[in-house]
């Protein structure tokens, strides 16, 4: 019996950890055949060379898709994107997949899909239907969804949006996020471990920092960013751990300022790739988070943790009670922090629910892929809301 051919593409260190129980519930099915294809920041120095990681962990790497420019402008990221759809081009004539999977709303991600549009490749995209108002990722992420043939979303909500969006209900499985599998599977450091793991101090108050470039206001990130750093400054006996930000339209200049403002401030570290395993006991282990990342709204709750989220690139994401939402301007970072460290708060987060999920995303996102009948997936039709959609909800 001939396995099907699954590709996985992963672009970026984050991403891959959502995905890393996916490929493994892959890698050890007796029906499936993983190929795995890595690319964007995975192959860059400057972004940790992060393949090593996924080397580390037994995965076989079936092709490199080299993309990046050294250049976060948005000509540099647009020709980025170009160069990723002529490699996966290569890479899909090569591999012949039967099925490719695709998470998030990256433009590593884009490129992917639509070199499978091109090459009659059906798509299974994770994350679809959210919403991030601040960020081109939004744009990307509807795109890669009119671009696949399944879906796994993280919320009912989602779910509704993709199918809003044309896609058949038939095809679309609110299986939560995959990240919390994460959580529950893997045996997470202690504070101790932690902190000789990393080298910081974490018997004070603690904060989390991650900041990515909202990329629909430029110039707005860098300005908010400086405001968030100003904002810190008012609590220096709060041991920082900076993640540094993405690939993204002026990434490499946040990364600057994280670099400069750790090397003035002895109570401050900074990483440019923790892995999933110590940035999972950190999220145990904080006080709080703060910036701008999803991994904030999505991963954190679970741990009952607040998050304080500064401005609007993540507008429009399903949160739990422990989000503070705060604008960026200096005051309102003062406010949301004091708000964070507050007793009622902190007692607040103890009986806070993640909307997305309580975990095994990945086990059933296997499960369809394993029962798959591609043959439903090689021409979509239309899905229109005027028929009589609530039915089939």
Avoid at 245 to 253: E, F, K, P, Q, Y
Wanted: hydrophobic letters at 40%; aromatic letters at 6%.
């Amino acid at each position: 019996m001939l396995k099907q051919k699954i590709c996985v593409v992963t672009g970026s260190r984050a991403e891959y950890g959502l995905l890393y129980w996916i490929l493994r519930g892959i890698q050890d099915s007796e029906t499936l055949e993983l190929q795995l294809v890595v690319t964007g920041m995975h192959l860059s120095n400057e972004f940790g060379y992060t393949i090593q990681e996924i080397e580390r962990d037994g995965f076989q790497i079936s092709r490199k898709v080299e993309m990046l420019v050294s250049s976060d402008s948005c000509v540099g990221v647009a020709k980025s994107t170009g160069l990723g759809i002529i490699g996966f081009a290569d890479a899909l004539e090569e591999l012949k997949p039967d099925l490719v999977v695709l998470l998030g709303d990256r433009f590593e991600i884009l490129s992917a899909a639509c070199a499978c549009l091109f090459a009659l490749v059906p798509v299974a995209h994770i994350h679809g239907g959210e919403i991030t108002q601040g960020a081109f990722d939004d744009a990307i992420r509807h795109s890669i969804t009119k671009m696949s043939a399944l879906h796994f979303t993280s919320t009912d909500e989602y779910r509704r949006r993709v199918i809003q969006l044309g896609e058949h209900p038939d095809f679309v499985f609110n299986v939560g996020a995959p990240g919390i599998d994460n959580i529950n599977s893997l045996e997470l450091l202690d504070r101790g471990a932690l902190e000789a793991q990393l080298g910081i101090d974490l018997s004070g108050k603690s904060l989390l920092v991650t900041f990515h470039p909202a990329t629909l206001e430029v110039d707005a990130g860098l300005r908010d960013f400086r405001s968030l750093l100003d904002a810190l400054d008012q609590f220096p006996d709060v041991q920082l751990i900076f993640t540094q930000a993405n690939a993204d339209t002026n990434g490499r200049s946040i990364n600057m300022l994280i670099d400069d403002y750790v090397g003035s401030r002895s109570s401050a570290a900074a990483f440019t790739s923790l892995g999933q395993l110590n940035y999972l006991s950190l999220l145990q282990s904080v006080d709080g988070v703060i910036g701008n990342s999803s991994s904030g709204l999505i991963e954190a709750p679970t741990f009952k943790v607040g998050t304080i989220n500064i401005g609007d690139r993540q507008a429009g994401r399903v949160r739990a009670d422990s989000i503070i939402d705060c604008g960026a301007a200096h005051a309102e970072i003062l406010a949301a922090m004091t708000k964070l460290f507050s007793e009622k708060f902190q007692e607040s987060l103890k009986s806070v629910e993640n909307p997305h999920g309580r975990g095994g995303a990945s086990r059933q996102i296997v499960d369809v892929l394993l029962n798959l009948d591609l043959s439903k997936l090689q021409k979509k039709k239309f899905f229109d809301l005027k028929v009589q959609m609530h039915d089939l909800l």
